[in-house]
Structure formats: C-alpha cells, structure tokens
C-alpha cells in the first residue's frame, strides 16, 4: 500500500478582501493556496483550492484543484485533493 502524500500548513491568514486563506506546502517548491470566501449576496460561503508555487510565493494558475459549496476548514479541503494534513505543532513526526 502506498503511503500518503502529505501536504504541511505553512501559512494561514486574512487577504486584503477579508477572506481567509491557508498555504499548504506539498513538497517539491509546489504548494497549494485554500480560499475561504464570504458571498455577500449568496446564503452559501465557499471553498476554492489553487496551484501555488512556494519560491514565488504566488497562485500559478487560478484554474481551481477544487471547489466546495462551504468552509472546508480544518483540512477538509486538503484531504479531498488526496493529501494528509499536517500542521505545525502537531504529534506526527514521519
């Protein structure tokens, strides 16, 4: 059985519109940037996942890996693409 691929929180924050985000390193200089966005005019928030290229610490294609209908916080969004999360501090040390 294959092992999993891992992808590691290196960064969480507020954009300039407000939203949240989260980079996540999946190794190899690529990463992946998660949005968090408040619709203002719709009932439903959502979650959009992007390539991000971690040397130029900027979103290389705004093609989305992913789109969820709601926050997919803690993760949620990572594990849908196949990866593991992994954030700092915590007790996985493989």
């Given at each position: 059985m294959s092992e999993k691929k891992q992808a590691r929180l290196v960064e969480r924050g507020?954009?300039?519109?407000?939203?949240?985000?989260?980079?996540?390193?999946?190794?190899?200089?690529r990463g992946i940037y998660v949005h968090?966005?408040?619709?203002p005019y719709d009932t439903e928030p959502e979650t959009m996942a992007f390539p991000y290229d971690m040397t130029r610490r900027m979103v290389t294609d705004w093609e989305?890996?992913?789109?969820?209908?709601?926050y997919?916080?803690?993760?949620?969004?990572?594990r849908e693409l196949?990866?593991?999360p992994v954030e700092e501090?915590?007790?996985d040390t493989d």
């Open positions: 507020r954009s300039i519109d407000g939203n949240e985000y989260e980079v996540w390193d999946i190794e190899d200089g968090f966005k408040v619709c989305e890996l992913g789109c969820w209908p709601y997919a916080t803690d993760g949620e969004a990572i196949g990866y593991e501090g915590s007790d």
